[in-house]
């Protein structure tokens, strides 16, 4: 199981900003999906409850009675047989149909190499966990695999949408996987099995969740929140301080996993189901109320005092990086020796993506209250842990480098001898 998102059920309204354009390598002309669409609305609306809008990739309308009604895309033309299906909205369902056949094209990352984990039973009452089969290194690529489910979270469940129930619903998405992906999908691990009226399905998402937001649109900032279900990813178990970081690559439309520090063979592959900066008192509350279980990493069996030590470091870490996000800095902003703190605190905690975080954001305040070229050194090091954790194709690792040139040139500009890296090799 692995983190969840929690369903909200919020009507969607795009609009017009949000409509896609036609481009050049589009698979499909986008003008003749939305003519075939709109056309689709007539049933729709008379009482033909799934009509398929597309044949290839297949595109089925869920029975919802409204425009923006959310969509099943299976990414194969024959029912019955797709890898994958996306539950979206039907906008950003023919966003997703011009990306993701370029996508799905790439082949799975580290897909010619053996396994690096098995999936077996891990101590301390876990139930199933991913044991490293051998030694990793701290930004090795553990696992990259591609998700069974996608679903925007306020889809999770429908009855408020539309009169069908969410068994009827959950069906109709999951029947044109082929038996292999349903199988995979309905074995994962259920944290809600006695919620009444809830679909197991609908329990399954909530249980095994990890961000798999889309780009979605030209701006930068158009990332639309959706969650993915992946067959092996979503095995690994909750810590504190994980050993993982997911990541997922909309270049390869795959989920990875990457080492954040070095892994033992036999060590417990882990990531993080909630906000790990919380205190260990309320990351417990939400673990228990999400999951059912509390949480016995080592963070957590520390004897009391320590505990306590650990919080107020993840506190710290946490206000830093919140009032950085929201640019309501206190001020004087923090020294570099403060920030250098907050550094050795994530370290000392084994938050090494919230290191990065707090490199970055660093690299922000000191390249304005200290100087440039201390600033531009903070964004280096934080290249090296985007590029180690979140991959080399990642949105974050491209904003990184943008910043990086751009300073560069500044300080060359400045009279500064100075290199921003472009390779892997040469950012360490
Ligand atoms: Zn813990």
């Known amino acids: 199981m692995a983190r969840s998102r ?24 986008l003008d003749d999906v939305t003519t075939q669409i709109m056309g689709a609305f007539e049933p729709v609306t008379s009482n033909n409850r799934s009509p398929t809008l597309l044949e290839n990739p297949r595109v089925v309308c869920a029975d919802i009675t409204e425009p923006g009604i959310p969509c099943f895309l299976y990414l194969s033309p024959t029912p ?26 790439q082949p799975i990352p ?78 994962l691990h259920n944290a809600f099995p006695n919620e009444g009226p809830i679909d197991p399905m609908s329990g399954i998402l909530n249980t095994n969740s990890f961000d798999t937001s889309l780009k979605i649109g ?40 990457f080492a954040t520090r ?37 963070t957590c069996s520390l004897p009391p005092a320590l505990v306590k030590e650990s919080d107020m470091r993840r506190r710290d870490i946490d206000t830093m990086l919140k009032d950085a996000a929201e640019d309501t800095l206190r001020y004087p902003q923090p020294t570099e020796l403060e920030l250098r703190q907050l550094v050795r605190w994530a370290e000392q905690e084994g938050l090494w993506m919230t290191r990065g975080m707090i490199l970055y954001h660093g690299s922000l305040i ?21 590029r180690m954790l979140l991959g080399e194709d990642s949105l974050k690792l491209e904003h990184v480098d ?15 001898l100075c290199h921003w890296p472009t390779t892997a090799l040469e950012g360490g």
């Open 262 to 298: 070095d892994i033992l063979e036999g060590e417990e592959i882990t990531v993080t189901y909630t906000d790990y900066l919380m205190s260990h008192k309320e990351r417990n509350r939400v673990l228990k109320k999400t999951y059912g279980f509390i949480c016995t990493c080592r």
């Open 366 to 386: 000191l390249s304005v209250t200290d100087c440039l070229n201390v600033g531009f050194e903070w964004l280096k090091e934080t290249r090296k842990v985007f």
């Open 402 to 416: 943008s910043l990086g040139r751009k300073m560069a040139q500044k300080l060359a500009s400045n009279g500064v």
């Open 110 to 187: 580290g897909h010619e190499r053996e396994l690096y984990f098995r999936i077996g039973e891990v101590p301390g009452g876990k139930g199933l966990g991913m044991v490293a089969t051998r030694a990793i290194k701290a930004g090795e690529l553990i696992h990259a695999e591609r998700p069974v489910v996608i679903s925007r979270p306020e889809l999770y469940t429908t009855s408020s949408l539309s009169p069908v129930g969410d068994k009827e619903y959950y069906d109709m998405a999951l029947s044109g996987l082929s038996p292999q992906a349903l199988e995979s999908f309905l074995a």
């Open 80 to 105: 019955g047989q797709a890898d994958m299906v996306i539950i979206d909205y039907l906008l950003s369902v023919m966003w997703t149909i011009r990306e993701a056949p370029t996508a799905l094209q």
């Open 218 to 257: 030209d701006g930068d900032d158009n990332l639309e929140k959706l969650a993915g279900c992946y067959p092996t990813l979503s095995r690994a178990n909750h810590d504190c301080s994980p050993s993982a970081n997911f990541h997922f690559s909309q270049k390869t439309f795959c989920g990875q996993f």
């Open 6 to 29: 929690n369903a909200r059920r919020k009507k969607h309204t795009y609009t017009t900003e949000q409509e896609p354009t036609p481009t050049e390598n589009s698979m499909l002309s």
